[in-house]
């Protein structure tokens, strides 16, 4: 039977009441007056406004009221009748007292499709849709949770930490403030150079010791960013003579070790499997995971992009677990304008809304399709005020044109072409027998133009020699390249272009992407802060 053609009893018994007991609301009983309800979902409770359709009860007590409806309604109108049954529920015994007007705590509605959730304790907090009811646990969790004390903490314990540059400042009292609203989606928005790693450790630290959060996840799109993410957290002294990960745990995924700094000494530890399947509200950890391998820890590889085995982003160790919906009070989405949109947006987006933790995305481009998930931008410092308030370096365009590179390019009948075999990298050279127009936007991703390449590096050559003149020393440049895919990597034409180019040596011109064969690409963007060589980066944006 189609399942949207269910009225409201049958949708009950077979979607909703399956939804209740893989939550861990069983048994599932018919009120009687006899009472004496200890743990599970009671149908048809009586209130004084009208009979609830489940009363979940916990350790003898009522937690939460569920009005389900059928498939056809949408079920968050619907929240306002479960209120009023939380409103009409008998005081006495069975409840665990009065919130403000309600004598239940929190609230469902539900068609079996899709459920809303609220808390109707404070009323900032607002309804909101969950993946799944959440679990006896997890309700107790949110009843011992001193949201008030963790308030007044905050606000008696203003952000006045010395080394941290004003702007930083301003936007972890914007995110905290935005918290104490009952904001559960933000955007932070911060240029690229202007450390927005370093004030989100700073804010888990606050929120940590506030009591606020708990349990936090921090998410990134590549394994390389999330070793970069542990060592900030290894090397951040919280308290005088602490580090924050010998304050609190610090837990990730398997990291290589090519991707850690080999100067820093810290252990990695690996995140255990019941932290995320049995999450404890006395448990406080930080666990650094690419938002990949949550994917496939949430709903398996089905739908996934595969890696190769041995790659840099290799996740073929990962497997599917039983996480619910309450396993992390914060999430953290690094970079978040990267990997929720395209083609993977659905399955980095299935992630975020399967948790039902406070949702904070970080970026220094804020695009409509990333503000549209992240709902409430909270904060916003630009690369102009950046560069206005002197925290970063102004740049020069220079526009090369190229009329390949605008107009593509028109092969000829008898002209010689190399074709690259992709699988090894062998290259064989033809005449075509037919005449071929290669477009522009298939530069660099079906055909590639060396002397093209080689002549744009040679005009950019020619400001970074004037530069060198002016300034006594050779500028420090990142190029991106188009690609770093192996045998027709752009990255690689351009670093063997470079080299000739300049002809500095190898050491000169370095590449750091996330390739695998790259040795430890943390530690090379280091020297290429910090040394006088690598003065060029070939990079292609993973990093």
Same mark, same amino acid.
């Not at 209130?47 to 007590?61: C, E, R, V, W």
């Given at each position: 039977?189609?399942?949207?053609?269910?009225?409201?009893?049958?949708?009950?018994?077979?979607?909703?009441? *399956?939804?209740?007991?893989?939550?861990?609301?069983?048994?599932?009983?018919?009120?009687?007056?006899?009472?004496?309800?200890?743990?599970?979902?009671?149908?048809?409770?009586?209130?004084? *406004?009208?009979?609830?359709?489940? %009363?979940?009860?916990?350790?003898?007590?009522?937690?939460?009221?569920?009005?389900?409806? *059928?498939?056809? /309604?949408?079920?968050?109108?619907?929240?306002?009748?479960?209120?009023?049954?939380?409103?009409?529920?008998?005081?006495?015994?069975?409840?665990?007292?009065?919130?403000?007007?309600?004598?239940?705590?929190?609230?469902?509605?539900?068609?079996?499709?899709?459920?809303?959730?609220?808390?109707?304790?404070?009323?900032?907090?607002?309804?909101?849709?969950?993946?799944?009811?959440?679990? =006896?646990?997890?309700?107790?969790?949110?009843?011992?949770?001193?949201?008030?004390?963790?308030?007044?903490?905050?606000?008696?314990?203003?952000?006045?930490?010395?080394?941290?540059?004003?702007?930083?400042?301003?936007?972890?009292?914007?995110?905290?403030?935005?918290?104490? *609203?009952?904001?559960?989606?933000?955007? /932070?928005?911060?240029?690229?150079?202007?450390?927005?790693?370093?004030?989100?450790?700073?804010?888990?630290?606050?929120?940590?010791?506030?009591?606020?959060?708990?349990?936090?996840?921090?998410?990134?799109?590549?394994?390389?960013? #999330?070793?970069?993410?542990?060592? #900030?957290?290894?090397?951040?002294?919280?308290? =005088?003579?602490?580090?924050?990960?010998?304050?609190?745990?610090?837990?990730?995924?398997?990291?290589?070790?090519?991707?850690?700094?080999?100067?820093?000494?810290?252990?990695?530890?690996?995140?255990?499997?019941?932290?995320?399947t049995n999450p404890s509200s006395r448990d406080a950890f930080v666990y650094v995971s690419t938002i990949q391998r949550m994917r496939i820890n949430l709903f398996g590889t089905e739908?996934?992009?595969?890696?190769?085995?041995?790659?840099?982003?290799?996740?073929?160790?990962? #497997?599917?677990?039983?996480?619910?919906?309450? #396993?992390?009070?914060?999430?953290?989405?690094?970079?978040?304008?990267?990997?929720?949109?395209?083609?993977?947006?659905?399955?980095?987006?299935?992630?975020?809304?399967?948790?039902?933790?406070?949702?904070?995305?970080?970026?220094?481009?804020?695009?409509?399709?990333?503000?549209?998930?992240?709902?409430?931008?909270?904060?916003?410092?630009?690369?102009?005020?950046?560069?206005?308030?002197g925290f970063l370096v102004d740049y020069d365009a220079i526009a090369v044109k190229s009329d390949i590179t605008i107009n593509g390019a028109f092969l000829n009948e008898g002209e010689?072409?190399?074709?690259?075999?992709?699988?090894?990298?062998?290259?064989?050279?033809?005449?075509?027998?037919?005449?071929?127009?290669?477009?522009? =936007?298939?530069?660099?991703?079906?055909?590639?133009?060396?002397?093209?390449?080689?002549? %744009?590096?040679?005009? /950019?050559?020619?400001?970074?020699?004037?530069?060198?003149?002016?300034?006594?020393?050779?500028?420090?440049?990142?190029?991106?390249?188009?690609?770093?895919?192996?045998? %027709?990597?752009?990255?690689?034409?351009?670093?063997?272009?470079?080299?000739?180019?300049?002809?500095?040596?190898?050491?000169?011109?370095?590449?750091?992407?996330?390739?695998?064969?790259?040795?430890?690409?943390?530690?090379? %963007?280091?020297?290429?802060?910090?040394?006088?060589?690598?003065?060029?980066?070939?990079?292609?944006?993973?990093?």
């Amino acid at each position: 039977m189609d399942e949207a053609e269910l009225n409201e009893a049958k949708t009950r018994k077979m979607l909703i009441d *399956k939804d209740l007991g893989a939550a861990g609301w069983r048994p599932i009983l018919p009120y009687s007056e006899d009472g004496g309800f200890s743990h599970g979902s009671v149908e048809e409770y009586p209130t004084s *406004k009208g009979p609830a359709d489940y %009363i979940l009860f916990h350790q003898g007590k009522a937690v939460a009221c569920v009005e389900g409806k *059928k498939v056809r /309604v949408g079920p968050m109108n619907v929240l306002q009748q479960a209120k009023r049954y939380a409103r009409g529920f008998p005081s006495g015994s069975c409840s665990l007292g009065c919130f403000r007007e309600f004598y239940v705590p929190f609230i469902y509605s539900t068609n079996g499709k899709v459920i809303w959730f609220q808390d109707l304790r404070n009323e900032q907090n607002l309804p909101r849709e969950v993946a799944a009811f959440h679990t =006896p646990q997890a309700l107790s969790g949110m009843l011992g949770k001193d949201e008030a004390s963790a308030t007044e903490w905050l606000t008696n314990h203003p952000v006045d930490r010395a080394f941290l540059w004003p702007f930083q400042i301003d936007a972890i009292q914007a995110i905290e403030q935005a918290l104490m *609203k009952g904001r559960r989606h933000m955007l /932070v928005a911060m240029a690229t150079g202007t450390g927005k790693t370093f004030t989100i450790v700073n804010l888990i630290y606050r929120l940590m010791k506030a009591g606020l959060a708990k349990r936090i996840l921090f998410l990134v799109d590549r394994r390389a960013l #999330a070793a970069q993410a542990v060592m #900030a957290m290894a090397s951040f002294q919280a308290e =005088p003579g602490l580090k924050f990960d010998q304050i609190y745990e610090v837990y990730s995924q398997k990291i290589r070790k090519e991707d850690l700094d080999e100067d820093m000494k810290f252990d990695l530890k690996l995140m255990p499997p019941e932290y995320l399947t049995n999450p404890s509200s006395r448990d406080a950890f930080v666990y650094v995971s690419t938002i990949q391998r949550m994917r496939i820890n949430l709903f398996g590889t089905e739908g996934m992009f595969g890696t190769r085995a041995g790659d840099a982003d290799d996740d073929s160790d990962a #497997a599917k677990l039983d996480i619910p919906i309450h #396993a992390f009070d914060l999430i953290i989405a690094d970079e978040c304008h990267r990997g929720y949109t395209g083609q993977e947006e659905s399955n980095w987006r299935a992630v975020l809304n399967h948790l039902d933790g406070i949702k904070i995305g970080l970026t220094a481009t804020p695009a409509s399709h990333t503000k549209a998930f992240f709902k409430h931008l909270v904060y916003r410092y630009d690369y102009e005020r950046a560069v206005e308030e002197g925290f970063l370096v102004d740049y020069d365009a220079i526009a090369v044109k190229s009329d390949i590179t605008i107009n593509g390019a028109f092969l000829n009948e008898g002209e010689e072409v190399g074709l690259v075999d992709t699988r090894t990298g062998q290259i064989e050279f033809e005449f075509l027998e037919d005449e071929r127009e290669l477009p522009a =936007p298939t530069t660099e991703i079906d055909w590639t133009v060396p002397d093209r390449n080689r002549k %744009i590096v040679h005009e /950019v050559k020619k400001y970074l020699l004037d530069q060198e003149q002016q300034l006594g020393h050779f500028p420090k440049t990142l190029i991106f390249a188009h690609n770093d895919i192996s045998h %027709i990597s752009h990255c690689d034409e351009l670093v063997q272009i470079l080299r000739e180019e300049f002809n500095g040596g190898d050491d000169f011109v370095q590449k750091i992407t996330g390739n695998p064969n790259v040795d430890r690409p943390l530690q090379r %963007i280091r020297e290429f802060r910090n040394r006088e060589k690598p003065g060029i980066v070939q990079g292609n944006g993973t990093l």
